[in-house]
């Protein structure tokens, strides 16, 4: 099941525009590796979804994922063939906003890089951006 | 842990944009504040700094106007992309005084009971200390080949030095070895799931 708010405020938004980079969500936080967004885009549920499920089967249990991001944005489209106006579309799909550099998902307790890496890297086939791995940050 | 001695310099240009033409020069903008003592703008160089980094000591000896101040490195912020460091805090300590640091925990091995088909779940990368100065551990390493199913390592079967305790009543687990569970993708059931047979 992709993921969606439960309740919206407002049902449809405007389209906004993505400047900068991110200023939080930018470190791992809860696992030891992190992939991390390389370019501003909307990444869909179905998406996060699909990276979801290609990295418990790389996983195969030898650890555990985060999703660091949520899809808060409805996106709407025009049915095919609509003539323009007569007001907005429904909802096609739910999309999460996406700066340079927010970590995406996250992996903790696996011992063998590889096998994050692996994960990571079937992950990144799902997405439509850039991404890089990240490494925990050791206190010092 | 080790300390290592860094050169730095007062700071008199404060502000975004000069912490910015710093940064390019190949300098970190630091902060020196803590010990009831006036807060003090330093700043140092990146090839000084990342010695300390390569050595993994937040334990500093601050060279500044021939004076001599031991401090630690409370906080390190990087950039957005983890690369290179935008800023760092020191606060001033004693060799004396009691601290509390976050000291990263190292596992060493592979549980045996991960041979027999167990997992192994590793709570926590690093420990929260009360510890003096000059008794704070690099990092804390607990082997865990002996490890079997079921066994686990809590926060009161660490061999901490002197002078050194958990900052935490708690007693947490740090690493277990569980049985594994069987590993059931609803997904993956979706997509194997057999056709309904055809109605006549």
Not at chain 2, 124 to 146: C, G
């Amino acid at each position: 099941m992709a993921l969606m708010p439960k309740r919206v405020r407002w049902r449809k938004q405007q389209r906004g525009t993505i400047k900068g980079n991110a200023t939080k969500g930018h470190t791992v936080a809860y696992g030891d590796y992190g992939l991390q967004a390389l370019e501003p885009t909307w990444i869909t549920a179905a998406q996060i979804e699909s990276s979801r499920v290609a990295a418990t089967r790389a996983l195969a249990g030898r650890g555990r994922l985060f999703i660091r991001i949520f899809p808060h944005k409805p996106v709407t489209s025009l049915p095919e063939e609509t003539r323009m106006g007569k007001g907005k579309g429904d909802i096609s799909y739910w999309a999460a906003v996406v700066k340079p550099g927010t970590v995406l998902f996250e992996i903790g307790g696996c011992s063998d890089e590889e096998v994050v890496k692996k994960a990571f890297n079937r992950m990144s086939h799902k997405l439509p951006i850039k991404v890089k791995l990240l490494r925990r940050k050791e206190a010092l | 842990m080790k300390i290592i001695d860094l050169p730095v310099e007062p700071r008199d240009k404060l502000g975004s944009a000069n912490s910015r033409r710093l940064r390019l020069a190949g300098h970190i903008p630091c902060i020196l504040y803590g010990g009831k003592k006036e807060v003090v703008p330093l700043a140092t160089t990146v090839d000084a700094f990342g010695l300390v980094l390569k050595e993994r000591t937040a334990l500093v000896r601050l060279q500044l106007d021939e004076k001599a101040q031991t401090a630690l490195v409370r906080d390190l912020r990087w950039d957005t992309f983890g690369d290179y460091i935008q800023h760092v805090d020191f606060v001033r300590v004693e060799m004396t005084d009691e601290v509390r640091v976050n000291t990263p925990i190292r596992y060493l091995g592979t549980p045996k009971g991960a041979a027999l088909g167990g997992k192994t779940q590793q709570a926590k990368s690093d420990l929260e200390l009360l510890a003096r100065v000059d008794s704070i551990p690099t990092e804390i390493t607990i082997d865990i080949s002996d490890m079997d199913i079921g066994d686990s390592i809590h926060v009161s079967d660490l061999p901490l030095p002197e002078n050194c305790k958990p900052a935490r009543a708690t007693n947490e687990v740090l690493v277990q070895v569980v049985e594994p569970k069987l590993n059931i993708d609803p997904t993956e059931k979706d997509d194997e799931a057999e056709e309904p047979p055809p109605t006549e």
